[in-house]
């Protein structure tokens, strides 16, 4: 089947614009979440939805950013207002829910990511 | 093409055991070699990284060193905890920037 998709691939865009990043996960996956890579450095989180809501948006980098997911499947990633420091490869993955194992052992199932789509603030 | 390959889990440890994941991998030019992990619940971050031949990344207790000879990054620990139950992923940054990630393999550390 599909997988997780992500558009658009390259966005180029001038400092102060707004730029909105969307994410289409694999049909059925209710977790999905955005990560950014800056040049040379690892992944670091953005933000993390179950089902509609994000339990957990510690690691939105300012409050220019903005995520929202509708019908929980796509979701957009809103940067305003951008600045060149916001240059980055953006990953969206996503994944089927948590679950509780029967010996009271959780476990997360296996991330799929999308290609990236790669953001230059000029 | 580029390409990770990293031990198969679920891998399962009674506390206080040692843990190896191993991890080989195939990438053109130099890559930067990376372990994310991802606990229940939440997203990835990274544990650790290792940029050039030979060097040691190391984070909570765990090392991994690169292995340039034998393309391999292998992830160690000597004593687990039950916090340390997650889903470890090794993943090499190519010369491009591009990350390659591994299947994962998911850890469960018994009491």
Redesign the interface.
Known sequence: GAGVSQSPSNKVTEKGKDVELRCDPISGHTALYWYRQSLGQGLEFLIYFQGNSAPDKSGLPSDRFSAERTGGSVSTLTIQRTQQEDSAVYLCASSSNPTIGGAGLTSTDTQYFGPGTRLTVL | GDSVTQMEG?VTLSEEAFLTINCTYTATGYP?L?W?V?????????LL?ATKADDKGSNKGFEATYRKETTSFHLEKGSVQVSD???YFC?P?SSD?K?I?G??T?L?I?P
């Not at chain 2, 991802?38 to 990274?46: D, F, I, R, T, V």
């Open positions: 679920p930067s990376f994310y991802q606990y229940p619940g939440e997203g990835l971050q990274l990284k139950s997650a889903v993943a940054h920037d990350i990630f299947k994962g998911r469960h018994l």
